[in-house]
């Protein structure tokens, strides 16, 4: 430990003379004349568009429909085997244990369990408008990072009133003690010739289902 | 490894490579452009991107202090490194710590510039890249040549040949009917490298963000691989520059709107990571920083120099660069290329090395690279402040033609009788060189001038010498 | 007014005709056109290249002959923004130049600001009938913002075609000692240059540098293109009886 002690001193010692003399300007004093938000007339359309600019799904839920979209979105996507982390209301899980043969709560499952899902469906804590981000913490009704990772189909409820207008309003409601993903459409790369290719290792389709009922 | 001219005329003769290049840059400029010009406050935003960072590196100390306190408090272990050499021998022995002979690696522009696969190899593990291009980049034994796109050079030809040539000698080999559509291209790395994600135990990153006030890290990316590694194995070790701190988390909503427009061109990239020490029950169990110095301090030490630590790795000044396009990433003896590698390398390395001397001179000065610069580096200044450096630590170097004629023309210039002077012999050279008005071949080192270029005749009557015949009284 | 001309090094030495045609287009205009003697070089070669302290003497020489002037016009776009930019940089730690620079730089203008913010002047009564193509030069763009001046002066001009060219605001890969020390990077970007002129089937390319025409010229008259370079003074210079 006494080595990386003494490099801990070194490079401390070496960024004190480098700024030596460098006039110290506070946190405060960052001019910060960007737009702290960014309302729009539609908001929630807003956030539906841009989300779908990125080639995911979105579908706005007409009150009272959201289990019987989820199930829907559920089978559209194909899948057998469901999972829908604890934390999420019970209704949901009335609804696919009666269409899904397979439906796990995420409760102890391992990664190798994760392959065998097809589809996950889980809650959000924030969406952000302006960029067609979708924000999960991974507390309950989120499961934890892997869960939303491994299987292919990724089906997100968010809520109204969980659509930021833009990053700044975004990030004020978030807890950075958390672990967190923002998720701006399915995985994706431009890496061959800068073509974007949707799919790599997240999951290849996002479904997005937006409801103005509280989560 | 030659020096940025030569190595830059051999790039020059692939044509392959330069239309690739002109293709890819092309498409991102134009992508870049459109998401910038959606965004009314883009130069508000730019401001303070640039302030927040230099904010932070007058208050350095201080930051690193509080960064290293709260990620020790969120369960993970912070490490120092001086130089290439003591990062590596931290990781190195973290990963032997945990009994591993392999690790996953996101993408990242640290690991590279201290060459830790190669350290990694000789100590016996095996360092798998994950990023798509990264993976085109280690299965082609190439390097990369582009800080976002590492195989921007690449086609999708030269890929399918590569991952049905190289994948089944480490791994799940490419389906036998593999095409070199895009899609079908990253569909065999998904499958090549799922198999190594189930598997991993360490995983290895960096890190676009570290914030001071929390100890969170932050990881942007797009394709999935950077979940992958960062939340299914049990270790996790982050080499991060000790510029990449920003003071507090609200900080990020300047650098969240500036990077993903600013790089891929798109409003926000696929997924963005963040993670505060050790989450319980969610992700790697052990997790581990390495903060790395390797030349930064020198950088910080330069009043001028140090604006090149702003840096966010966008590398949206590659993409508008004309020298750039043209040579590619490789030309530059450098993981960092164009030029922002031009003003940084320099400074992280140092001006000894031939290559490294002749970084601030490969480009012409055009101004593109500040335009688009989301934290406003001006590189064409750092570029002339580095080259007054190189000339005065190295008075002799720039060959002595050079020196010899940029002191002669200082004292031609200096007086502007001298100048007349120098002219009159100039404008009787025409008799004997230029008559026709151009020149078509000139002695060194002015031939590399007329090499390809017609140079134009001195004229047979200067300005100075009309003006006194036609305005002779009104001059003083 | 008292103007005075900078007619740079480049301009005196080698093109005279654009210092000569700065003067006609100003006179035309009403003004008195001076031309200190003492003038050199703006110093830019010897700065960009790393040898500022050499560059010192031309900063000098540059303060001192145009000390006074009500405003100092410049048929370059690369010098004017090496006088605002770069001068004081050289001046660095030399108090007394420093003053002299901060009192002269602000005063030196390119000729399309000057004809146009300064006079406030876009149509200068020139006539050149011919097929024309703008290259804005990097320096005017990027350093000075000259935006679109060149081109509505360009556009007043009667009878001048005025085409666009391809991709106009990418380098020409010029870049003052650039082209010596990067030959071949230099040559590549011009070449691409020269390419996109020539698909203008413009007769004559015109911009507000001549060290960034004789670059492309260069290249046009070695590919044997038939296209002239102008510089934008010669252009607004030409009137209607005396084309050249």
């Not at chain 2, 427009?261 to 050790?278: A, D, I």
């Not at chain 2, 319980?280 to 140090?306: C, K, M, W, Y």
Request: aromatic fraction near 4%; charged fraction near 25%.
């Amino acid at each position: 430990m006494s080595a990386s002690i003494s490099a801990r001193e070194a490079i401390l010692g070496r960024v004190r003379s480098a700024i030596a003399g460098t006039e110290q300007t506070s946190w405060e004093d960052v001019a910060r004349h960007y737009r702290q938000q960014r309302p729009a007339e539609d908001l929630v359309g807003l956030f539906c568009e841009r989300v779908a600019d990125y080639r995911a799904t979105v579908e706005r839920v007409a009150p009272g429909g959201l289990t019987t979209a989820i199930v829907a979105a559920a089978h559209t996507a194909g899948a057998r085997r469901v999972l829908a982390p604890a934390g999420v209301p019970h209704s949901w899980y009335e609804a696919l244990t009666s269409e899904f043969a397979h439906v796990d709560d995420g409760t102890g499952i391992d990664t190798a369990g994760l392959e065998r899902v097809d589809a996950v469906i889980t809650t959000a804590v924030v969406g952000i408008a302006s960029t067609g981000t979708i924000v999960l913490d991974h507390g309950p009704g989120q499961g934890h990072r892997a869960v939303t990772l491994v299987p292919d189909v990724h089906i997100c409820v968010v809520a109204e009133s969980q659509v930021a207008d833009d990053v700044p309003d975004g990030l004020r409601r978030l807890d950075p003690a958390r672990p967190m993903t923002f998720i701006s459409g399915p995985s994706a790369t431009s890496d061959i010739e800068l073509k974007r290719v949707e799919g790599v290792h997240g999951p290849r389709t996002l479904h997005v289902l937006v409801t103005p009922d509280e989560p | 490894m030659p020096a940025f001219p030569q190595a830059a005329k051999q790039e020059l003769a692939n044509s392959q490579l330069r239309h690739n290049l002109a293709n890819a840059t092309s498409t991102i400029r134009h992508k870049r452009a459109e998401v910038v010009g959606e965004l009314d406050d883009w130069a508000q935003l730019r401001e303070a991107g640039a302030a927040i960072k230099s904010h932070t590196l007058s208050n350095l100390d201080t930051y690193l202090e509080r960064f290293e306190e709260a990620v020790t408090a969120a369960g993970g272990t912070v490490h120092w490194a001086r130089d290439a050499a003591e990062a590596n021998r931290i990781v190195v022995d973290l990963v032997r710590a945990t009994g591993e002979r392999e690790v996953v690696k996101v993408k990242s522009m640290a690991t590279q510039e201290i060459e830790l696969n190669e350290a990694l190899q000789d100590a016996g593990i095996d360092a798998w890249e994950t990023d798509l291009a990264e993976l085109i980049v280690q299965l082609g034994h190439d390097t990369p040549s582009h800080i976002l796109v590492p195989a921007i050079h690449r086609n999708r030809a030269e890929i399918r040949e590569i991952f049905q040539q190289e994948m089944g000698k480490v791994g799940t080999p490419a389906p036998a009917d593999l095409t070199d559509e895009p899609a079908r291209l990253a569909e065999a790395a998904r499958r090549h490298l799922r198999e190594k994600f189930l598997r991993a135990k360490v995983a290895v990153s960096g890190a676009n963000f570290a914030v001071a006030e929390t100890g969170s890290l932050v990881v942007v990316e797009s394709e999935g691989n950077g979940r992958m590694c960062l939340t299914l194995p049990e270790t996790l070790i982050s080499v991060v520059g000790i510029e990449k701190l920003v003071p507090r988390w609200q900080d990020l909503e300047v650098f969240l709107q500036l990077l993903p427009r600013s790089s891929t061109g798109e409003r926000m990239n696929p997924y963005t990571s963040t993670w505060t020490g050790v989450t319980p029950g969610d992700g790697p169990q052990s997790f581990h920083v390495v903060l790395l110095d390797n030349g930064r301090t020198n950088a910080l030490a330069d009043e001028i120099g140090r604006q090149a630590l702003r840096c966010i790795r966008c590398s949206a000044c590659l993409n508008v660069c004309p020298v750039y396009e043209r040579t590619g990433g490789h030309a530059y003896g450098s993981v960092y290329p164009g030029p922002i590698g031009a003003v940084l390398t320099p400074q992280l390395r140092g001006t000894t090395s031939e290559v490294d001397k002749a970084l601030p001179y490969a480009s012409s000065l055009c101004g593109a690279c500040y335009d688009v610069c989301p934290v406003a580096i001006n590189i064409p200044d750092l570029l002339v402040h580095l080259r007054t450096r190189v000339v005065e630590e190295h008075r002799g170097w720039q060959s002595k033609p050079m020196d010899a004629l940029m002191s002669m023309a200082s004292w031609v210039l200096g007086d502007s009788r001298r100048l007349a002077a120098a002219q009159k012999v100039a404008s009787l050279s025409r008799r004997v060189i230029g008559r026709k008005g151009t020149i078509g071949r000139l002695p060194p080192p002015l031939s590399r001038w007329t090499d390809a270029r017609d140079a134009p005749a001195p004229a047979e009557e200067t300005f100075r010498t009309w003006w006194e015949r036609n305005r002779g009284s009104d001059s003083r | 007014m008292r103007v005075a001309l900078f007619a740079t090094c480049l301009g005196d030495t080698m093109f005279p005709a654009a210092p000569k045609a700065t003067v006609q287009v100003l006179e035309r205009l009403g003004c008195e056109v001076e031309f200190p003697a003492a003038q050199t070089c703006c110093g830019q070669m010897h700065t960009n290249t790393g040898y500022r302290k050499q560059a010192k003497s031309s900063v000098r020489t540059f303060v001192d002959a145009f000390a006074g002037y009500d405003a100092v016009v410049a048929p370059s776009g690369s010098c004017v923004a090496s006088v605002r930019h770069q001068h004081a940089m050289v001046a660095d730690g030399d108090r007394k130049l420093g003053r002299a620079v901060a009192e002269v730089a602000p005063r030196v203008h390119e000729l399309s600001e000057f004809l146009m913010d300064v006079l406030g002047v876009t149509d200068v009564g020139a006539y050149f009938p011919h097929r024309v193509t703008y290259h804005p030069t990097c320096h005017s763009a990027r350093l000075l913002r000259v935006g679109d001046r060149p081109l509505r002066l360009l556009r007043a001009v009667r009878s001048l075609e005025l085409v666009e060219l391809p991709a106009a605001e990418q380098c020409c890969g010029f870049g003052g000692t650039f082209a010596l020390k990067n030959p071949d990077v230099s040559v590549a970007m011009g070449a691409d240059k020269a390419r996109h002129v020539r698909e203008t089937d413009a007769e004559v390319l015109c911009a507000g540098d001549n060290s960034c025409l004789m670059h492309i010229g260069g290249l046009l008259s070695r590919q044997r293109s038939g296209i002239r370079v102008m510089h934008l003074a010669e252009i607004l210079a030409s009137a209607e009886g005396a084309d050249r």
